[in-house]
T-cell receptor, first 113, second 112 residues
């Protein structure tokens, strides 16, 4: 079985641009979560979606948005990019919305110049 | 406000010995805890979890201990192997919040 896949693997953008990151969960997983990881820190929670509904949101500005599609894949959108948005963006999927392990993808490395 | 703390940024252990990684938390509402391992250029890999109704969970070489009164958990790896060299993150979740709070990680180096 394929694990969690993310695309693209690397991305370079300039300040003010918009970016869309994509995630495909493990087959059968209905929950997708997004995390931001900056160098030297642990992953920071951005969003969780379960059965296409937003279940949780971290302390991120409204420039960050996400959605989940009927096939449970997900997109993370970031508008008006800032230099501080440069990070590794991780997607994780799980069977249930809580009390279970999350399986992470390899991440998308975003660099904002 | 760092609710989950891993105060040791790095740890070196000889192959075959025990590795003990520690994690402290401040939010008493946390009731589910996980440990992840991360290699460079890869996403975190799930290792082991524990709910607050238990104080110990074991899976092969990995054991997690939870001390609720001290708000402390630890991961024991016995015996340590060079392939265990990675960054280890603990994470915590509270019922109904649907999010996991991660610590800053501990880099483990197992020396051959």
């Amino acid at each position: 079985d394929a694990g969690v896949t993310q695309s693209p693997t690397h991305l370079i953008k300039t300040r003010g641009q918009h970016v869309t990151l994509r995630c495909s969960p493990i087959s059968g997983h209905k929950s997708v979560s997004w995390y931001q990881q900056v160098l030297g820190q642990g992953p920071q929670f951005i969003f969780q979606y379960y059965e296409k509904e937003e279940r949780g949101r971290g302390n991120f500005p409204d420039r960050f948005s996400a959605r989940q599609f009927p096939n449970y894949s997900s997109e993370l959108n970031v508008n008006a990019l800032l230099l501080g948005d440069s990070a590794l963006y991780l997607c994780a999927s799980s069977h249930r919305e809580s009390y279970n392990e999350q399986f992470f993808g390899p991440g998308t490395r975003l660099t904002v110049l | 406000d760092q609710q989950v703390k891993q105060n040791s940024p790095s740890l070196s252990v000889q192959e075959g010995r025990i590795s003990i990684l520690n994690c402290d938390y401040t939010n008493s509402m946390f009731d589910y805890f996980l440990w992840y391992k991360k290699y460079p250029a890869e996403g975190p890999t799930f290792l082991i979890s524990i709910s607050s109704i238990k104080d110990k969970n074991e899976d092969g070489r990995f054991t997690v201990f939870l001390n609720k009164s001290a708000k402390h958990l630890s991961l024991h790896i016995v015996p340590s192997q060079p392939g265990d060299s990675a960054v280890y993150f603990c994470a915590a979740s509270a019922s109904g919040t649907y999010k996991y709070i991660f610590g800053t990680g501990t880099r483990l180096k197992v020396l051959a």
